[in-house]
């Protein structure tokens, strides 16, 4: 429909190189049953955004027969499809037909994000009891006394209940779980403070005292709650964001019995020697041997090679790797948990050690702070009873210290800054997975960069196209158009505006090109020495006898060359991190020759070419030995491992599924500006976390000391507190204020539109 | 101190009223998809809550 078809058809040429439509079996295979015949189908359609396209696509699919309902989620981008029946309706090539790529996902059993609701509910509770308890403490503030003064305690007290149950639950679990474990966090002294304010609140009521703390405990767990509950939604909106993405491997296979029967197994069933049939644009499974058939395979994802390989029967072949032109019968080596991909989760886990040291900035300061503030209000106890011998003031004051130092401020000081920062990111395209992340990297100063998928886009580009005879390309793209062949997919582009031209027959011979008759004649576009029969010498290209060319009845007519083309601005941000102080390296399993030139182009002095996956982690180590924080950026399956043992990694979202998993920060746009973004914003939140956490001290400095002299009121705490707490806060949106030029004003509508918008022109 | 015997009662039972009411919605599933509610508001037809 007319707003989205601009960036819905963009999506069709981006992603399409990568991914394709899920088969019938495997749709079936990744549906849940809802009983009673009913199954549900989710389907994560990336290019939804807007309510015409709502409609379009539940309309469409609601006609479709055994369809019983769909459902358009735009907040994730999904859509819920229930169907009857044994047969698979088409939905996913009816909604290919209006313009959206859909991709398959895991169905969660229980989709609801249970700890979501759970903080929801309890940030409402807690708001609740905290507004209503506020308005009798300031009628008790303003004078009430007597009978009055103590019927608002009681009352308060009783709202207080379910707040301290329900909401204040939540710290109390976490707070055993650290004492449990010997530990120490934040959440111990805000329980402490809680129960204790409470307990000593519920007896001066019964004593009909004039000093209750029911609106400091209750209003302490409106705040936090607030705070937890925007963190949580930041990281649980990336994360959606992320899973929403292709699927890139396989989940099942066609499966070729003795007997000649075919299965379509999941890839958990597939054992070694059984014979898989994978057709063009499938990934293949499980390692295996080829038995029948040729193809050109891409092992970009697998290997970081930019160019496709050719097959033939005997060859191996990985896991993970893309079927792209004929189809193929693979005899499988291995069993999915032995194959390649799982020995690169294996790698990954094994590799995960290295992260685990990192101790989060809130969690050191905290390890200091619950002692200290114990230790003060002890002390402070100690000290009234020694001075005065009267228990129930020392108690009182005691109380008042641990109240007034409650982490309130401090609490939001970290949380505050990195939700505000993650935004920011968000809006420029970058997902965060968690605060840590962030404050990891802000302190790097090496980075890691692969080569294809990362520096470069990991698809070839025609470089010549201006010296070809245009009528030439423009036949070559008519051909091209046939095929999913990356350097066909590159010509294509180059097709002539006015219509396709009519050819009589077209053929594709894996591993060698594309074969058209068209008026007599016989045009070829692929390998040099199998499209130009008869003119085995001229009009040599670059690269001799290899490369592609076209040909007329055996004579080459024009010549193609390629590059991989570097990713957007990968030059300029190269140049953002040398300056901002981070040495630049890339690691390749390319060959020297492709290193050499993208390192040329984008100004890298520093290139190892070849690598396998476990050279690139002894680089990482070598570094991280040598005392450099490496951040790592990669796409590629054999940069999973070297992802999870950097200290922080970034991953575009092209990249493999458990690439995105590994990696901290995945960014949705083509730009590679991304990283230096990233590594600016993260280090001025940094630094703002710095500051907030001087606030929180330089409050505690002024406060401590007239708590311990017993001049804090109920009053006084109230309006401490929510002053510190203003404080912090106000300064974590100045970070907001560093958004200055136009370009963050452009990418703001992009974010909301997430990942359509890397694909949309910019506007 | 009459009058507060009721008008306390009141006042919390309105303020639990609108508590409940969050949670009511909360659970009925009004909150799970924001962008989709703004924009569904502009298709006709489409006046029956989620299935």
Known sequence: ?763 | MTTLSYLIPVALFLGALGLGGFLWALRSGQYEDLDGAAERILIDGDDKPQG
């Open chain 1, 1 to 763: 429909m007319s707003c989205c078809a601009p960036g819905a058809e963009m999506a069709l040429d981006l992603v399409g190189a990568t991914s394709v439509l899920p088969s019938s079996q495997e749709i079936r295979l990744a549906s849940r049953s809802l009983g009673d015949d009913l199954r549900q189908t989710d389907l994560s359609v990336p290019t939804v955004h807007c309510g015409a396209c709502i409609q379009t696509i539940e309309t469409a699919l609601g006609k479709l027969d055994h369809v019983e309902a769909a459902r358009v989620n735009l907040s994730t981008k999904r859509v819920s499809v229930r169907w009857r029946g044994d047969e698979v309706p088409p939905f996913v090539t009816v909604l290919e037909r209006l313009g959206y790529q859909a991709h398959l996902f895991e169905t969660e059993i229980d989709a609801k994000d249970k700890t979501l609701s759970e903080l929801i509910r309890a940030v409402a509770v807690a708001g609740f009891a905290a507004g209503n308890i506020m308005l009798l403490s300031v009628s008790v503030w303003s004078g009430a006394e007597g009978a009055t003064r103590d019927l608002f305690h009681w009352v308060s007290a009783l709202i207080a209940i379910p707040a301290l149950a329900f909401a204040g639950g939540i710290f109390f679990r976490s707070a055993w779980n650290a004492l449990r474990h010997g530990r120490m966090n934040m959440d111990v002294p805000i329980a402490v403070g809680v129960s204790l304010a409470y307990a000593m609140s519920l007896y001066e009521t019964i004593n009909h005292g004039d000093h209750a703390y029911f609106d400091a405990s209750v209003s302490l767990l409106f705040f936090l709650l607030i705070g937890r509950t925007l963190d949580h939604v930041m990281r649980e909106r990336a994360r959606t964001a992320v899973k929403g993405l292709s699927q890139l491997a396989a989940r099942g296979a066609m499966v070729l019995r003795a007997d000649g029967a075919r299965d379509y197994l999941p890839v958990g069933e597939i054992e070694p020697e059984m014979l898989l049939l994978i057709a063009a644009g499938d990934r293949i499974p499980v390692d295996g041997e080829i038995i029948q058939g040729a193809s050109d395979l891409d092992c970009s994802l697998v290997s970081g090679e930019s160019n496709p390989r050719s097959v033939t029967p005997g060859e191996p072949v990985q896991a993970g790797v893309l079927n792209f032109t004929g189809s193929l019968t693979i005899k499988a080596t291995a069993a999915a948990k032995d194959s390649f991909l799982a020995e690169m989760v294996r790698m990954m886990e094994a590799a995960e050690g290295g992260r685990a040291h990192y101790r989060r900035i809130a969690d050191r300061v905290s390890a200091l702070y619950a002692p200290v503030v114990h230790l003060t209000a002890f002390v402070t106890f100690l000290g009234w009873m020694a001075a005065t011998g009267d228990w129930h003031r020392a108690m009182t004051i005691a109380i008042a210290v641990l109240i007034i130092t409650c982490p309130c401020a401090l609490g939001l000081a970290v949380p505050i800054v990195q939700v505000v920062a993650a935004r920011r990111l968000f809006e420029n395209g970058i997902m965060v997975k968690d605060g840590s992340a962030m404050e990891r990297l802000a302190t790097i100063d090496a980075a890691v960069f692969d080569k294809t998928g990362t520096l470069t886009l990991g698809k070839p580009r025609l470089v010549n196209a201006s010296s070809i005879d245009p009528a030439m390309l423009a036949i070559a793209a008519d051909m091209a158009a046939h095929s999913r062949h990356p350097f066909s997919r590159a010509i294509a582009g180059f097709a002539a505006p006015g219509g396709q031209r009519k050819f009589d027959a077209v053929t594709e011979h894996p591993g060698f090109g594309i074969e058209a008759a068209a008026a007599g004649n016989i045009w070829r576009l692929g390998r040099r020495g199998w499209a130009g029969w008869k003119a085995r010498t001229g009009g040599e290209g670059r690269h001799g006898y290899g490369g592609t060319v076209l040909t007329k009845d055996g004579i080459i007519v024009a010549t193609f060359d390629f590059e991989d083309a570097p990713r957007a601005d990968a030059r300029a941000a190269i140049e953002r991190l040398n300056d901002a102080g981070v040495s630049v390296r890339m690691l390749s399993g390319d060959t020297a020759a492709a290193c050499g030139e993208v390192s040329k182009m984008l100004g890298i002095d520093d290139f190892i070419p070849c690598l396998l996956p476990s050279g690139k982690v002894e680089c990482i180590e070598t570094l991280a030995r040598e005392g450099q924080r490496v951040l790592m950026v990669g796409d590629g399956l054999n940069d999973t491992p070297a992802l999870s043992v950097a200290h922080v990694s970034i991953a575009p979202a092209t990249a493999a599924d458990i690439g995105r998993n590994a990696a901290d920060f995945v960014f949705l746009r083509e730009s590679l500006a991304a990283v230096p973004l990233a590594l600016d914003v993260s280090r001025k939140a940094g630094s703002l976390i710095r500051q907030n956490i001087a606030i929180a001290i330089v409050y505690n400095a002024v406060a401590v000391p007239i708590a311990i002299l017993g001049h804090v009121t109920p009053l006084i705490a109230a309006i401490a507190m929510s002053a510190s707490s203003l404080l912090v806060i106000g300064n974590a949106l100045r970070l907001q204020g560093f958004v200055s030029n136009g370009q963050a004003q452009s990418s703001r509508q992009d974010g909301r539109h997430g990942i359509s918008s890397q694909l949309a022109q910019p506007r």
